[in-house]
C-alpha cells in the first residue's frame, strides 16, 4: 500500500536534512584546517595575545584580541559583552561576513575562542567552529606558522534574526539557587567555589555543582579536549544530562564559555553561559552565597 507525504512536510523534512548535511562541527582538528587553508569560505581568527600572534600565527588568520569582545564602560562596575550591533560591526571591520565558516582558535586551551564562539552562536551564526588544541596543537604536530600580519577587506556583518537561546540572566540563576531547574555548574577554581572566611561575599551560588574548566583540557596533547569518554562519566555523576538545561558561570564569564564550548562539542544543547557571573551576582547583597565545598 502507498503512502501519501504531505508536500509540506517533504518540504521540512528536506530542509532539516540540508542543514543537518551543512552544520559546521563546534571542533575540527589541525589536518581538517590544515585542508582548507586556502578555501575563502573559511575564515581563521587568531585569538591568542597580541604579541603571541606577531611572533606566529597560523596561515591566513586575522586576528581578534579577547578585550575587543568584551567591554568595560566608565561606570560600569565590570566588563560586559558587546551588543549585537557592536558585535556586527567589530566582525565586519575585521572581514568577517555571515556566509563564512568562522573558525576560531587562541593558545589557552580555548578559553578566548571559546567566548567569541558563544558569542556568534548566540547570534546565530551559521558556521562557527573551535580547531581543538589552538596554537600548540598545531605547533606540536608540525603545521606551518607565519608572522607577516593578515588583514581582510572590511565588509557588512548582517544580523539574520534570533540565534540560540544561550545567555542566563541574573533572574534566572537566582531561580536556579532557589532549588529549580537548570543545573548550576560552578566552573571555577576548588579555592573560588570554597570562599574565603575574610571575603563576606566569597563562595559559590547556593546548590551550584563545581567542575573546573580545565578539567576539559588534556594537557600533554597540546591543550586539546579530553576525550569524550573521560568526560562524560565525571558530567553525569553531576547530574549534567543531555535533557537537562545547563547553565556555567566562573567569574567574569570567561572559562563558563569555555566549559560552554565543551558541553556543545560533546553534544549538549541546552547549554547557557551567565556571561557576568560572579561579578554580577555577588554585586547583589541580597543574592545567596555559600561557602565550602558542598553544592
Given at each position: 500500500?502507498?503512502?501519501?507525504?504531505?508536500?509540506?512536510?517533504?518540504?521540512?523534512?528536506?530542509?532539516?536534512v540540508?542543514?543537518?548535511?551543512e552544520?559546521?562541527?563546534v571542533?575540527?582538528?589541525?589536518a581538517?584546517v590544515?585542508?582548507?587553508?586556502d578555501?575563502p569560505?573559511?575564515?581563521?581568527?587568531?585569538?591568542?595575545?597580541?604579541t603571541q600572534?606577531?611572533?606566529?600565527?597560523?596561515?591566513?588568520?586575522?586576528?581578534?584580541?579577547?578585550d575587543a569582545?568584551?567591554?568595560?564602560?566608565?561606570?560600569?562596575?565590570?566588563p560586559?559583552?558587546?551588543?549585537?550591533a557592536?558585535?556586527a560591526?567589530l566582525?565586519?571591520?575585521?572581514?568577517?561576513?555571515?556566509?563564512?565558516?568562522?573558525?576560531?582558535?587562541d593558545d589557552?586551551?580555548?578559553?578566548?575562542?571559546?567566548?567569541l564562539?558563544?558569542?556568534?552562536?548566540?547570534?546565530?551564526?551559521?558556521?562557527?567552529?573551535?580547531?581543538d588544541g589552538?596554537?600548540?596543537?598545531?605547533?606540536?604536530?608540525?603545521?606551518r606558522?607565519?608572522?607577516e600580519?593578515?588583514?581582510?577587506?572590511?565588509?557588512t556583518?548582517?544580523?539574520?534574526?534570533?540565534?540560540?537561546d544561550?545567555?542566563?540572566t541574573l533572574a534566572?540563576?537566582?531561580?536556579?539557587?532557589e532549588?529549580?531547574?537548570?543545573?548550576?555548574?560552578?566552573v571555577r577554581?576548588d579555592?573560588?567555589?570554597?570562599?574565603?572566611?575574610?571575603e563576606?561575599?566569597?563562595?559559590?551560588?547556593?546548590g551550584?555543582?563545581?567542575w573546573?574548566?580545565d578539567?576539559?583540557?588534556?594537557?600533554?596533547?597540546?591543550f586539546?579536549?579530553?576525550?569524550?569518554?573521560?568526560?562524560?562519566?565525571?558530567?553525569?555523576?553531576?547530574?549534567?544530562?543531555?535533557?537537562?538545561p545547563?547553565i556555567?558561570?566562573c567569574?567574569?564569564g570567561?572559562?563558563?564559555a569555555?566549559?560552554?564550548?565543551?558541553?556543545?562539542s560533546?553534544?549538549?544543547?541546552k547549554?547557557?553561559?551567565?556571561?557576568?557571573?560572579?561579578?554580577e551576582?555577588?554585586a547583589?547583597?541580597?543574592?545567596?552565597?555559600?561557602?565550602?565545598r558542598?553544592?
Open positions: 500500500m502507498s503512502r501519501f507525504i504531505p508536500k509540506g512536510l517533504v518540504a521540512v523534512l528536506l530542509a532539516f540540508a542543514a543537518m548535511a552544520a559546521a562541527p571542533l575540527v582538528d589541525d581538517w590544515a585542508a582548507r587553508l578555501d569560505n573559511v575564515v581563521l581568527v587568531d585569538m591568542s595575545d597580541p600572534y606577531l611572533r606566529f600565527h597560523l596561515p591566513g588568520a586575522v586576528h581578534l584580541p579577547y569582545i568584551v567591554k568595560k564602560p566608565p561606570a560600569a562596575r565590570f560586559t559583552r558587546l551588543s549585537d557592536e558585535l560591526a566582525l565586519g571591520n575585521v572581514g568577517i561576513a555571515r556566509d563564512r565558516h568562522v573558525v576560531l582558535y589557552m586551551g580555548g578559553l578566548n575562542a571559546a567566548r564562539f558563544w558569542e556568534l552562536e548566540r547570534i546565530g551564526h551559521p558556521k562557527v567552529s573551535v580547531l589552538g596554537l600548540v596543537t598545531w605547533v606540536l604536530n608540525g603545521r606558522v607565519v608572522n600580519p593578515v588583514t581582510r577587506a572590511p565588509t556583518y548582517t544580523l539574520d534574526g534570533p540565534g540560540r544561550n545567555e542566563a534566572e540563576v537566582r531561580s536556579a539557587a532549588g529549580h531547574s537548570p543545573l548550576l555548574l560552578d577554581s579555592e573560588e567555589y570554597a570562599g574565603s572566611p575574610r563576606p561575599r566569597s563562595g559559590h551560588v547556593p551550584a555543582k563545581l573546573s574548566w578539567r576539559a583540557l588534556d594537557l600533554p596533547r597540546g586539546a579536549r579530553r576525550p569524550p569518554a573521560a568526560l562524560q562519566p565525571t558530567l553525569e555523576s553531576l547530574g549534567v544530562k543531555k535533557d537537562r545547563v556555567t558561570y567569574r567574569s570567561h572559562r563558563a569555555q566549559t560552554y564550548l565543551t558541553l556543545r560533546l553534544g549538549y544543547d547549554v547557557k553561559v551567565y556571561a557576568n557571573s560572579m561579578n551576582y555577588a547583589h547583597a541580597d543574592a545567596p552565597l555559600k561557602k565550602g558542598e553544592p
